[in-house]
């Protein structure tokens, strides 16, 4: 019963390189986010997909990009890494509707 | 602006001694209200949805109500197990296709035995 499954745990970067965060899902849902989490402050929506072949900014956007690979495949890029990007980032799914959205345990970032 | 007000930030409760958690909102209409426990080092789990004033969930020594302008979560008889984040979301009916989801900053829970 995997849910949504986020590689890798852990990374540490440098400034100015680039990396590819992965998530996938296995429950068949249409949607699927990305967020970010950062102490004192909510989780903060990076971009979403509301279904396969689509993909939205959402609050915080800039420096990353997007791909909705196939329906269970979501993936986030940091294409040339900052130190403001270090955090932890978290990927959800939802089925449709206002229906609650599961999330991943989370990939750990730090950007040097 | 849509908003989520969690309230307090922390709080720290003796084993058996019931509290409540406050989730205050403010959006332009509201599709659902989603209450989530997150524990160290692990993503949001889902806990609640409440769609509608007057509404109350319950799950262990957890429920969750709902008025028009706030969320309550209270803890009956907490135990240490149930230390952890509590997050509250909302999703406001402008949200249209996106289905997105407005956070608190959660309550940090400990319940000392």
């Known amino acids: 019963n995997a849910g949504v499954t986020q590689t890798p745990k852990f990374q540490v970067l440098k400034t100015g390189q680039s990396m590819t965060l992965q998530c996938a899902q296995d429950?068949?849902?249409?949607?699927m986010y990305w967020y970010r989490q950062d102490p004192g402050m909510g989780l903060r929506l990076i971009y979403y997909s509301a279904s396969e072949g689509t993909t939205d900014k959402g609050e915080v956007p800039n420096g990353y990009n997007v791909s909705r690979l196939n329906k269970r495949e979501f993936s986030l890029r940091l294409e040339s890494a900052a130190p403001s990007q270090t955090s932890v980032y978290f990927c959800a799914s939802r089925r449709q509707g206002n229906q609650p959205q599961h999330f991943g345990d989370g990939t750990r970032l730090s950007i040097l | 602006e849509d908003q989520v007000t969690q309230s307090p930030e922390a709080l720290r409760l003796q084993e058996g001694e019931s509290s409540s958690l406050n989730c205050s909102y403010t959006v332009s209409g509201l599709r659902g209200l989603f209450w989530y426990r997150q524990d160290p080092g692990k993503g949001p789990e889902f806990l609640f949805t409440?769609?509608?004033a007057g509404e109350e969930k319950e799950k262990e020594r957890l429920k969750a109500t709902l008025t028009k302008k706030e969320s309550f979560l209270h803890i009956t008889a907490p135990k240490p197990e149930d230390s952890a984040t509590y997050l509250c979301?909302?999703?406001?009916?402008?949200?249209?296709?996106?289905?997105?989801?407005?956070f608190g900053t959660g309550t940090l829970l400990a319940v000392q035995p």
């Open positions: 979301a909302v999703q406001a009916s402008e949200g249209g296709a996106t289905n997105k989801l407005i």
């Open positions: 429950m068949n849902h249409n949607s």
């Open positions: 409440l769609y509608s």
